[in-house]
Nanobody, 122 residues
């Protein structure tokens, strides 16, 4: 059973940057596709970035060109570099994993972290 733990959230200024980290324990990251999701009150979890087990990446249109996902399988870590932050990026960010070659919707992932809050002030 894998565990996913996020860190790195906090307060950022408009146009600023934050880097989120996701530590995976309990097994290997090699076969996992890992997604970063975010949720705001009253809305469903939104997939913002995915790093597949085959090292392909996916980004939601809303973050393309501003966010970058990366992974270090040797360290069992997945990162989300967030640049040019906007107030609309304010959300709780979660990492989630799925054994396979794609990321799916939130409910269809295998493992979920508990989230880290990102607040962007204007």
């Amino acid at each position: 059973q894998l565990q996913f733990v996020e860190s790195g959230g906090g307060l950022a200024q408009l146009g600023g940057s934050l880097t989120l980290s996701c530590l995976v324990s309990g097994g290997t990251l090699d076969y996992e596709s890992v997604g970063w999701f975010r949720q705001t009150p009253g809305k469903e979890h939104e997939l913002v970035a995915c790093s597949t087990s085959r090292r392909y990446t996916y980004y939601a249109d809303s973050v393309k060109g501003r966010f970058s996902i990366s992974r270090d399988n040797a360290k069992n870590m997945v990162y989300l570099q967030m640049n040019s932050l906007e107030p609309e990026d304010t959300a709780v960010y979660y990492c989630a994993g799925l054994r396979g070659i794609v990321c799916l919707t939130w409910g269809d992932m295998d493992y979920w972290g508990k989230g880290t809050l990102v607040t962007v002030s204007s």
